[in-house]
């Protein structure tokens, strides 16, 4: 890349060709990287931008330090400590804090390309940045630079005690230290540093509202979410300093004294920890953060008592969801299981304190009537989950956007194909689009070997979308033979949406009626949800 740029000259033994490999000569130190074989880019793996203290493993992490001889960027199978989800398996260390870095050619010292920076989901406890499920070569074409990164998971990245040691939302504190290494490094790449987007899904998506709402530096310039919203029933989680005691007696180790118990897993392998805590389900969320004196705080109230989002003001904003988010929760359900299932309570019972909570009847009887829980109203139920999990959260965090001065694109992804990430993972063939499942059009998930010329047109039509907006701020800047609608900006008069099928259509409001029934109810019951503080 012109001056920036070196090349490294490589003799294949195997082929006995020679071959140029990029080297990039960054703040952090020189950086060798490798060209890819399935497109006119180059890739910069496993960089690592963060070191956790082995001393406090819990808490927060502290920059990478530079390199003393040139790094060499070829592996990014580094992944956080967790029980990863294709083989159900404890994997994972805390080396991970490694980001990825995809360059197009195209980008040169005179030719900076606009930055896409990728925060996976996965609940707070599963998730990597690899190319496994995150391969570039549909997004970089598009002459965008693509980052992924890692991020601490579980109780790594989210324990939660009110010490100011572990004060919380260390997970949110890894991607803002990667995102402070993009900002400061990308340059180097021939990235724009002042045209930089983050984006995520589900987790990923709520973890990107968490840095729109957070105190800390504006490290972005525009913001892209799926599936996922700070209002989400499965995202908050209060503080509780008996996590540690509790892991460690599942390890036998017995205290009841938070530091004693920390003392102890800090010399136990992750793995363990990580077996101890699943265990117990003691699964780790953002909290609110209690203040200390010299301590940073992410989080500094519930979501809910936020009206102000200074960062939004004047930002382009790409938000949505899937059609059927909460499908797979009965796809594979048996019939005899329904009997047991008391979703309405056990769902609301997360966001709202049950004791005020106000008219829980008509919550049920809008979604099912007088019937039954039975596999006959299935799909009932899988709007109901939707809803309240996913959909109602989304749209409330899109007219904060919206207030705030945001310009906000809404989507609703349809589409049923073959690439249909969950789905076809699962072998489920009814429905509509699941939750994650706009994913294999967006990134070469390296376990789909299907590809109709439905699912093609699909991927293009999206990845053309998604770095239109990157580059522009607007994924229809203007209508194309494959863009043949213009996808219109939310208004304060008009909730448009854009429908991603396989026709592309518009419409207002997704789910316009059951939309309206979630906002009278959280407005009758404001005040019973959870961390709620009376402004008056």
């Known amino acids: 890349m ?3 740029w070196m090349f490294l000259l490589w003799a294949s033994s195997a082929l006995c060709e020679l071959r140029l490999d990029p080297l990039v000569d960054t703040k952090q130190g020189l950086i060798k990287g490798l060209r890819a074989d399935d497109g006119d880019y180059s890739m910069f793996l496993g960089i690592p931008y963060g070191r956790v203290d082995t001393e406090n493993p819990f808490g927060e992490s502290k920059p990478y330090p530079k390199f003393e001889t040139a790094f060499e960027a070829y592996d990014d199978s580094a992944i956080c400590p967790q029980v990863e989800e294709f083989n159900n398996t404890i994997v994972g260390n805390l080396d991970c804090l490694h980001l990825n870095v995809y360059v197009p050619h195209s980008a040169t010292s005179r030719n900076k390309l606009p930055v896409l920076v990728w925060i996976y989901g996965g609940g707070f406890r599963i998730g990597f940045a690899g190319r496994y499920l995150y391969g570039p070569k549909y997004l970089v074409r598009h002459d965008v630079i693509l980052v992924t990164l890692n991020y601490r998971l579980g109780p790594y990245g989210f324990m939660c005690l009110d010490l100011p040691e572990v004060p919380g939302n260390q997970g949110l504190k890894d991607q803002a230290l990667a995102l402070k290494w993009v900002k400061e490094n990308i340059e180097e790449f021939g990235g724009n540093s002042n045209k930089i987007t983050i984006f995520g899904e589900s ?38 300093n008996t996590v540690p005691s509790k892991i460690a007696k599942q390890l036998g180790f017995e205290t009841n004294n938070v530091y004693e118990a920390l003392d102890f897993l800090k010399t136990v392998d992750e ?3 990580i077996a101890a805590s699943t265990e117990l389900s003691l699964y780790q969320h953002p909290c609110v953060e209690k203040e200390f004196e010299n301590v940073d705080r992410f989080i500094h109230t519930h979501p809910i008592n936020i009206d102000v989002v200074a960062k939004a003001k004047g930002m382009p904003i790409l938000t949505g969801f899937n059609s059927q988010e909460e499908l797979m929760a009965y796809a594979t359900l048996p019939d005899k299981d329904y009997e047991k299932l008391n979703p309405f309570d056990d769902i609301l019972s997360l966001v709202f304190d049950m004791d005020q909570l106000k008219g829980l009847d008509l919550v049920r009887h809008f ?23 996913f959909n109602y959260g989304i749209t409330r965090s899109l007219e904060r956007f919206l207030k ?14 073959g690439r249909n990430f969950v789905k076809r993972r699962f072998n489920v063939t009814e429905g509509e689009a699941a939750h994650a499942d706009e994913l294999g059009y967006l990134f070469d998930v390296s376990f789909f070997d299907v590809m109709s010329e439905d699912d093609q047109l699909v991927i293009d039509r999206m990845t053309t979308m998604w770095t239109n907006f990157v580059k522009y701020g607007n994924p229809t ?25 396989k026709e592309l259509t518009t419409g207002n409001r997704p789910f316009t009626h059951r939309m309206s029934f979630w906002e009278l109810f959280y407005t009758l019951n404001e005040k019973a949800i959870k961390g709620y503080v009376d402004k008056v």
């Open 2 to 4: 012109l001056s920036r």
């Open 203 to 240: 987790a990923g998506a709520a973890s990107v509202e968490f840095h729109l709402l957070s105190n800390q530096e504006k490290l972005y310039h525009q913001a892209i979410l799926h599936s996922g919203s700070v209002f989400g029933t499965w995202v908050f989680k209060e503080s509780d």
């Open 271 to 273: 793995k363990l920890v």
């Open 367 to 389: 979604y099912i009537g007088d019937d039954k829980i039975t596999s006959d109203v299935k799909w009932d139920l899988i709007n109901f989950n939707s809803d309240i999990r």
């Open 404 to 417: 705030n001065g945001a310009n906000v694109y809404n989507y609703l992804f349809s589409y049923e194909g």
């Open 477 to 501: 800047p203007e209508v194309t033979d494959l863009l043949p609608v213009s996808w219109p900006a939310v208004t304060k008069d008009s909730h448009n949406y854009f429908n991603i099928d």
